[in-house]
């Protein structure tokens, strides 16, 4: 089984700051994905970026990057120039690649991240 | 754009009762699921469904059932309602996971409140 932690239950930074949330993973598969999500004050959760385990290059999307560390099961968020609309819950996620079948997200707990104006 | 919806957002139900939650999507997914959503504790999955008729248990499968008759339209069962059972319930659907398509799309989610 596989449990994903995320120890920062809550975060503030201020408008336009650089913010990095972590998330640290456990699994025995060597084959998998990682997700993060977000979830707004609307509720409608809807990603943010994903990594796949094989690829060396951490992803990047616009203000949002990871640094995805294979070995220390790491996987943290990093959000540059943080904007109010960047105020939500986030969700770290992993999802083992089960070859053709189906298989559901294992979740961390989240952390809720405030950008303060 | 890929839409999942589902039935409600608010739901209350008296303990005992048989709560049907429905959810449909709109992107002919294969994979269909049903998470629970509680304070402090992140989503874990109750069900989760790669075909028509066909189910699988995830992590907290217990007091809960589901059905997939058809291949857009996943429902969620509670047999008979209890208050531990009051949560958010998200569904999501995706593809069959590839490299490429693996994101799972979300729900708005039904806010359950069992009396």
């Not at chain 1, 990047?60 to 540059?80: C, D, G, M, P």
Request: charged letters at 20%.
């Amino acid at each position: 089984a596989q449990t994903v932690t995320q120890s920062q239950p809550e975060m503030s930074v201020q408008e336009a700051e650089t913010v990095t949330l972590s998330c640290t993973y456990d699994t025995s598969e060597s084959n998998y994905y990682l997700f993060w999500y977000k979830q707004p004050p609307s509720r409608q959760m809807i990603l943010v970026i994903r990594q796949e385990a094989y690829k060396q290059q951490n992803a990047t999307e616009n203000r949002f990057s990871v640094n995805f560390q294979k070995a220390a099961k790491s996987f943290s968020l990093k959000i540059s120039d943080s904007q109010l609309g960047d105020t939500a819950m986030y969700f770290c996620a992993f999802m083992k690649h089960s070859g053709g079948g189906a298989d559901g997200l294992t979740f961390g707990k989240g952390t809720h991240l405030i950008i303060q104006p | 754009d890929v839409k999942v919806t589902q039935s409600s957002r608010y739901l209350v139900k008296r303990t005992g009762e048989k709560v049907f939650l429905e959810c449909v999507q709109d992107m002919d997914h294969e994979n269909m699921f049903w998470y629970r959503q509680d304070p402090g504790l992140g989503l874990r999955l109750i069900y989760f469904s790669y075909d028509v008729k066909m189910k699988e248990k995830g992590d907290i499968p217990e007091g809960y059932s589901v059905s997939r008759e058809k291949k857009e339209r996943f429902s969620l069962i509670l047999e008979s309602a209890s208050t531990n059972q009051t949560s958010m319930y998200l569904c999501a659907s995706s593809f069959v996971p590839t490299y490429i398509y693996n994101e799972q799309f979300f729900g708005p989610g039904t806010r359950l409140t069992v009396l």
